[in-house]
């Protein structure tokens, strides 16, 4: 560029010269006169000037754009740091001590307990109250706010999966600075279960209601108590075919992420229920019986009969390994041994046994030893009802 300006500035300073030459002679020569004009259009000079014009255009340009954007980046920066913090966002506090959050959690209805999944169904109503002396007005009514326009304990539930609201996010906003929030969910929430003693057991469902990233040294949770009592509960009857109510409890209790962490604020609601099992007896235990009972037939039937023998043990042996495929889904998928899984375990060993017994008297007979297979038999008749009764006491009694 600086290359380019001293090379035209060269040619004008020849032409400025010339032209000083024809000013001297009063332009008493023309010819001298053409020469200058012309030496004025050559066109290598003509190049170097538009180039050293345009040149200098798109740098000024630059200059002006950078100018420009320094001067946002700047304005905007200012406006940043110069925006105060809006004060109903700050969390309520006198002395820096914990902001009191009143909670009312109230289940409306649990739709279903998963057992192979681990998870629950439940619609629940949730309530929570704090004042805010910011928020006061002079009414006479409360006003609605969006809950994101306010300071607000930002409640979740523990172990939620999935989670449909029934009522706008906003907040109820009373004259004296009482912030309502109300909100109505359902929702599928996990729930680790006990099954050992599946499908005779007891299994606790809670809902751990926290105030996400706040501590307890920030926020005391504590019972919503109205003018009608507490706000905490469970309605009188559930939906739940397969389960019986039997307790439930309600309380302020921090919830620890790790062991040693500080605790998040949070609030606890407990629903003790007991399973019915009907349903597992109808679908599982008798059907599984049946398939036993249908082993030990052979040993009514004469030891002759080698094709029938084996191929009633066989047809045992065959329904109940299809009959267990078409239960799994009704069994919890957990990785200890339940009672259920006992019993099934056990009740497939009898099963295997009679098919191992039946090819054994075959053997048995064609080796001249029918006296001692016809013994067996006669022994079996009585031993596999007492082994199907011991079953059923070791798998669910014991």
């Known amino acids: 560029m600086d290359a380019i300006a001293l090379l035209v500035a060269h040619h004008l300073r020849i032409l400025a010269d010339e032209a000083i030459a024809v000013s001297h002679s009063r332009m008493r020569n023309p010819q001298l006169l053409g020469h200058v004009i012309a030496m004025s259009f050559r066109p290598p000079v003509l190049v170097f000037a538009l180039l050293v014009l345009s040149l200098g255009s798109a740098e000024a340009q630059m200059e002006n754009t950078v100018s420009a954007d320094a001067g946002a980046v700047d304005a905007s920066t200012s406006s ?33 307990v998963n057992s192979a999944d681990q998870s629950f169904a439940a619609s629940v109503y949730l309530e929570a109250r704090w004042n805010n002396p910011v928020l006061e007005h002079e009414g006479p009514g409360p006003k609605l706010r969006n809950l994101t326009e306010v300071w607000n304990p ?24 009482t912030v309502v929030y109300r909100q109505k969910i359902w929702g599928r929430f996990s729930q680790p279960l006990t099954l050992q003693d599946f499908p005779f057991d007891d299994q606790e469902l809670t809902l751990h209601v926290v ?9 005391k949770i504590v019972p919503l108590v109205t003018e009608t009592g507490t706000s ?32 998040v604020a949070g609030y606890l609601l407990r629903i003790t229920i007991e399973r019915q099992p009907t349903y597992f007896i109808l679908k599982v235990i008798i059907p599984l019986c049946l398939i036993v009972i249908m082993s030990w037939l052979p040993r009514w039937i004469a030891l002759d009969e080698i094709g029938t023998n084996i191929g009633i043990s066989t047809s045992a042996f065959l329904t109940l390994v299809a009959y267990l495929f078409a239960i799994t889904v009704l069994l919890p998928r957990v990785s200890y041994v339940t009672r259920m899984d006992r019993f099934i375990l056990l009740s497939t060993l009898i099963v295997f046994a009679g098919l191992i017994q039946s090819t054994w008297n075959t053997v048995m007979i064609r080796e001249e030893k029918r006296d001692l297979a016809d013994t067996v038999r006669r022994w079996s008749r009585v031993l596999y009802p007492l082994l199907l009764i011991g079953v059923l006491v070791y798998s669910f009694m014991l």
């Open 232 to 263: 905490s509960g469970i309605a009188e009857h559930f939906s739940l075919p397969d389960f019986d109510v039997v307790s439930t409890e309600s309380m302020p209790k921090p919830y620890y992420p790790r062991e040693g962490h500080p605790g």
């Open 154 to 177: 930002r409640l979740t539930i523990i172990g939620q999966q999935m989670l449909w609201r029934s009522y706008p996010e906003s907040v109820e906003i009373r004259p004296d600075g």
């Open 80 to 112: 940043v740091i110069l925006e105060e913090p809006k004060p109903e966002l700050a969390r309520p506090t006198a002395w820096g001590e914990p902001t009191e959050v009143q909670i009312g959690v109230y289940v409306i209805d649990v739709d279903e």
């Open 211 to 219: 105030a996400a990233g706040l501590l307890q040294d920030d926020v």
